[in-house]
């Protein structure tokens, strides 16, 4: 298992059963050949932030791919929280995988994943803002008028929708949940969309990717939410496989990625629609990259504990 404690962070947060001898923050490959891991199946999941059915679809193409140049079968693995990818990869059963911005630091120093790219438009503009939004109508105008209410996160190792807006509610705002305004959970950035949406909630934190395309596919329209806040641009989505997976097999995963041609797939339909345009993946480093992320993580106190 593995938990999100609100704990002083240590400098070296990585689980010891990992190793990371050339300080990149991300754990190296047994360095003895019998700790490798070489599935016949590989197994993928990309981040459970929408339906897992309507992305099982979105993926198939790559996933042909993905097992073309690596020659091994691949399973599309839906699944239904961030908790259960990331004790999936922790107990060996995830060899590849999309984990959301937020859970990225505890899948690589819990799960030993090994982030190294992410999608980005063609000439490498990438990432998405957190967004607090709200309905026409609701009496929220501005983010103090979230007091008294209640505020929908999605769930605590979400950055968007969660650690982000915690922290700037307090930072900035000097609002406390559980005192200022009542946090309640709905799992997804969908959940929270389609909440505010129907008035169910008064005001929601979430990624403006996944409402740009939610809004793309009619499901929501723009007009049924505001936006009261917008953040700085995070990283997003960040791909990567198991730190023990046989080097030459990681190898051919990353080579996966980097050659998969997006014109005309359903990969390109459904992530083009974002903002930047998502149409390749770029090559990442988790120590660049998520640095940004690792600031709020510290300043919200979040320590990546496994247990």
Do not use: C
């Given at each position: 298992m593995f938990a999100v404690r609100h704990i002083a962070l240590t400098a070296h947060a990585m689980d010891p059963?990992?190793?990371?001898?050339?300080?990149?923050l991300v754990a190296d490959a047994p360095t003895d050949p019998k700790q490798w891991i070489d599935p016949a199946t590989l197994v993928f999941a990309y981040t459970p932030v929408e339906d897992p059915a309507v992305y099982a679809k979105v993926w198939e193409g790559f996933v042909d791919?993905?097992?073309?140049?690596?020659?091994?079968?691949?399973?599309?693995?839906?699944v239904q929280s961030n908790a259960a990818q990331l004790e999936a990869m922790r107990a060996g059963r995830l060899h590849v995988a999309g984990f959301n911005t937020g859970s990225n630091p505890l899948a690589v120093n819990c799960a030993g994943?090994?982030?190294?790219?992410?999608m980005a438009s063609k000439d490498n503009r990438f990432g998405y803002?957190?967004?607090?939004?709200?309905?026409p109508g609701s009496g929220i105008d501005k983010?103090?008028?979230?007091?008294?209410?209640?505020?929908a996160f999605t769930s605590e190792t979400s950055?968007?929708?969660?650690?982000?807006?915690?922290?700037?509610?307090?930072?900035?705002?000097?609002?406390?949940?559980?005192?200022?305004?009542?946090?309640?959970?709905?799992?997804?950035?969908?959940?929270?969309?389609?909440?505010?949406a129907n008035k169910d909630y008064p005001?929601?934190?979430?990624?403006?990717?996944?409402?740009?395309?939610?809004?793309?596919?009619?499901?929501?329209?723009?007009?049924?939410?505001?936006?009261?806040?917008?953040?700085?641009?995070?990283?997003?989505t960040g791909y990567g496989h198991v730190y023990n997976l046989k080097p030459e097999l990681a190898e051919?995963?990353?080579?996966?990625?980097?050659?998969?041609?997006?014109?005309?797939?359903?990969?390109?339909?459904?992530?083009?629609?974002?903002?930047?345009?998502?149409?390749?993946?770029?090559?990442?480093?988790?120590?660049?990259h998520w640095q940004v992320v690792r600031d709020i993580d510290q300043a919200m106190s979040v320590s990546y504990a496994c247990k």
């Open positions: 059963r990992f190793k990371d001898a050339n300080g990149d791919h993905l097992a073309k140049t690596t020659g091994k079968k691949v399973q599309f693995f839906p994943f090994v982030p190294f790219t992410m803002e957190m967004e607090i939004i709200t309905f983010i103090e008028d979230i007091k008294g209410k209640r505020l950055n968007s929708g969660y650690k982000a807006p915690s922290a700037l509610l307090r930072e900035q705002f000097k609002m406390e949940a559980g005192k200022d305004y009542t946090p309640v959970f709905s799992g997804k950035h969908d959940n929270s969309i389609l909440g505010v005001a929601a934190a979430i990624a403006n990717s996944v409402k740009v395309r939610m809004e793309a596919r009619g499901v929501v329209k723009p007009e049924q939410t505001q936006v009261i806040y917008k953040s700085q641009t995070f990283p997003t051919k995963v990353k080579q996966a990625f980097f050659s998969y041609n997006w014109e005309g797939t359903a990969l390109a339909a459904e992530f083009n629609k974002a903002e930047p345009p998502q149409e390749k993946f770029m090559p990442i480093t988790y120590k660049q």
